[in-house]
Structure formats: C-alpha cells, structure tokens
C-alpha cells in the first residue's frame, strides 16, 4: 500500500509539474515557461517579415504586448531577404533570428545545404498537413497566398469570367489579361511550372497569342491593373487582395480555376547562429499557433493550421482544390523561368 501511495504521488508530483510547464500567453497560445524566461532575459528577437508592413508591425505590437519581447522587424520580399542573408554570411554577420518568404527552391536549395536553419519544429506546425511542412523540420508555412482569376466585374460578368485555364485561350479574351513575369514573381514561377506540367507549353505558346500584358514586380501588383480597367482579367491574382478590395466597393471579383487554385506557401524559419535563439523559438511557437493564424486569417490570407477560423466571407484552405510546387522542384522552376522569357520576353 505504501508503494501505492508513493507511485500516486509521484504520479500527482508529475501531472502538476506538466501542468506548470506551459504558460498560455493568449487563448490559442501557450509556451514552455522556461523556454519563455530564457527569450526574455534576451529581450529581443530579430524577424525579416513578408506580410504588408501594417500587417508586420500589427504582429510585433501583439507578440510584444503577450511575451514581453522587443521585436525588430524588417519587410522584404523573397529576393531582399536573400541577397541581404546572402551577403551577411559572406561577412560573418548573424542578425536575424527568423525569415519568412516564399519561393520552396530557395529553402531546399539554398538555405538547407549552407545549413543556415536549424531543426525547429513548433507545436502548431505539428498540426499541419504534410504538404505545408519540410519532413525534415527546417522550416514550414504560417501563411499563404490562393491565386485565382481576378476579374474587373463592370467589364465580365460572373457567369463569363473564365472557368479554367484553358479558358483563358478564348479569343474572345486577346489583350484583355495581365499576369506576372515569373523572373519578378517567384509565386507566379510555382504556377509557371505547375501549369507547365499540366497542359505543356503549348498552352503558354497559344497564352501569347492573346497578347497579355506582362507585368514586372509580383501577383500584388495585378489588383490596380483591373480596378482601373485597363485589363479585365488577372492570372494568379492575389485572392486576399480581389476579396479585401470588393468589400472596400470596387468592381472586382475572384474566380478560383475548376483544375486547381495554386496555392504560394510563405515559410518561415529558425535561422542558425541567430543572436536571439530562445526569443526566435518562442516567436517560432506563435507564428504557428491557432492564434496568430486566425489574425492573418482575417485579412483573408490562407493558413495551414487547422485550429485557425476564417471569415465567414472567404473559402478556407479545406474547401479548396489546391496546386502546390514541392521545394525540390527547383532545377524544374529555373526551366520553367527561362522558357516563359522565351515565349514572352523579359
């Protein structure tokens, strides 16, 4: 009976130590306290953020407001964060703790075989399907971009507005489309390849007889391109952006393809030798919490984790019909690149 006793209580030592280990930092998001005490004895975390800068300084006022920690953000796009860490390592400069951009050939490619990441998976990243997570640990998606047809609704009604992609061949549609250059657009370049993949080159050879205006910068710059009317269709138009600016009152309206909407997954990471680890760690757990995901949410951006609510005004990532270009489609990607430059320019 005493061995009894002393297994219970051991057993009611155990369950409280667990129960205390964890600090829930706002509903939807705990972390392990000691993990929590370290980050802020640093006090500070570095992260290169690829939300809009609202949407980026929004997220470090909050994880600031919860965890105490100071965050230094910076905005850049999957080029400048590339160039910039690039040139950083080549000093033996380690500023950043986290970065988070598109683009899965970098992350496979580059950041992996220079192991500039460390193995870090998060609780909430354990939540995730397996397309939105590299198996190995290295990095893995807190948000993500539906491209559909954007379309200007005073020029196409909806019952017109293309239903596929071989659609977009339409005659009827000749100088009325814009899209992205994939050499300027790494989110277009994923669906360059899938499309590629799909129906051939055949489909881009007869894409350029309809004589589409060729965009330079990314999918984000299409959406004024169609409120204005100078073209009525946007291939890979942002879906956030079209949603976000109808109810705002403009004439515009999202379409998403019957073959599959391509979905641009933004990664995140724990960057090696950062000067902030445990802060980058927790930052890491509330990037991929339940919590922060449904804030994005609200601005109708896709998340991958499924605890996450959406606005009841937008498709959540389940109803989806979803393409995706695995990161090690890379050597795939640069072809891609280069054949589109050749059928269209740039």
């Not at 490619?109 to 939105?132: C, D, F, M, R």
């Not at 391109?225 to 600016?245: K, T």
Request: hydrophobic share 40%; aromatic share 10%; net charge neutral.
């Amino acid at each position: 009976m005493k061995m009894c006793g002393a297994v219970a209580a051991t057993l009611l030592w155990t369950g409280a130590a667990m129960a205390q280990a964890t600090v829930e930092l706002e509903p939807g998001f705990s972390v392990d306290k000691e993990l929590l005490a370290k980050a802020q004895k640093e006090g500070k975390v570095s992260y290169w953020c690829s939300l809009t800068e609202p949407e980026c300084a929004q997220a470090a006022k909050r994880f600031e407001e919860i965890s105490k920690i100071k965050v230094e953000f910076v905005r850049l796009s999957t080029g400048g964060i590339l160039t910039r860490i690039t040139k950083e390592r080549s000093a033996n400069i380690h500023s950043v703790d986290i970065i988070s951009h598109g683009d899965p050939p970098v992350w496979e490619t580059i950041y992996k075989p220079k192991k500039w990441l460390v193995q870090y998976v998060a609780e909430g990243v354990k939540k995730y399907s397996k397309e939105y997570k590299d198996a190995e640990g290295f990095y893995a998606a807190h948000w993500m971009i539906a491209n559909g047809f954007g379309y200007n609704t005073s020029q196409v009604s909806a019952a017109d507005v293309p239903k596929k992609y071989t659609d977009l061949l339409d005659p009827r549609w000749k100088g009325k489309i814009a899209m992205p250059h994939p050499k300027h657009s790494g989110g277009f370049n994923e669906a360059v390849t899938i499309l590629s993949k799909m129906f051939g080159w055949d489909f881009f050879q007869k894409l350029n007889a309809n004589q589409p205006l060729v965009t330079i910068g990314s999918q984000f710059n299409l959406k004024p391109i169609i409120v204005n009317g100078e073209r009525q269709i946007a291939l890979h138009g942002a879906d956030a952006l079209f949603i976000s600016e109808a109810k705002k009152g403009s004439p515009v309206g999202i379409i998403y393809p019957e073959e599959g909407t391509v979905i641009n997954q933004i990664f995140c990471g724990l960057v090696a030798d950062g000067p902030n680890p445990n802060a980058g760690k927790v930052l890491m757990e509330w990037l991929h919490s339940a919590s922060y995901q449904t804030t994005v949410a609200a601005s109708y951006w896709l998340v991958p984790h499924p605890d996450a609510t959406y606005p009841t005004d937008r498709v959540p990532l389940k109803d989806l019909k979803v393409l995706t270009l695995p990161g090690t489609e890379a050597q795939s990607a640069t072809e891609a690149r280069e054949k589109f430059s050749d059928i269209f320019g740039g």
